[in-house]
């Protein structure tokens, strides 16, 4: 079974940084992608960065120059978040997705809060 656990969020100001992680246990097939989302109260959610086996990275446009992926290990990845504004306040997910086109599974994690104070 895989399982997927993020960690790191909490109370930070504006124009702070914060980093989360996100790692993956269990068997899941090989390559696999790992993404961020997030999502705010009355919104949907929403992407805000991944990361492939290969180490090509992608961004939303909101958080592109602020954000880092980053592949710690090949089970772990990170999201360095620096100069953090009101508007990324969310529950952020972590996902990963086996890289494939047929049938590829995805996995979620439970989230972890992140909360900026002006």
């Known amino acids: 079974q895989v399982q997927v656990v993020e960690s790191g969020g909490g109370l930070v100001q504006f124009g702070g940084s914060l980093r989360l992680s996100c790692s993956v246990s269990?068997?899941?097939?090989?390559?696999?992608?790992s993404n961020w989302f997030r999502q705010s109260p009355g919104k949907q959610r929403e992407f805000v960065a991944g990361?492939?086996?290969?180490?090509?990275t992608d961004y939303a446009g909101s958080v592109r120059d602020r954000f880092t992926i980053s592949r710690d290990n090949v089970n772990k990845v990170s999201l360095q978040m620096n100069d953090l504004k009101s508007d990324d306040t969310a529950v952020y997910y972590c996902n990963v997705r086996e890289d494939r086109i047929v049938l590829p599974r995805e996995y979620w994690g439970q989230g972890t809060q992140v909360t900026v104070s002006s």
């Open positions: 269990g068997f899941i097939r090989r390559p696999f992608i």
């Open positions: 990361i492939s086996s290969n180490g090509t």
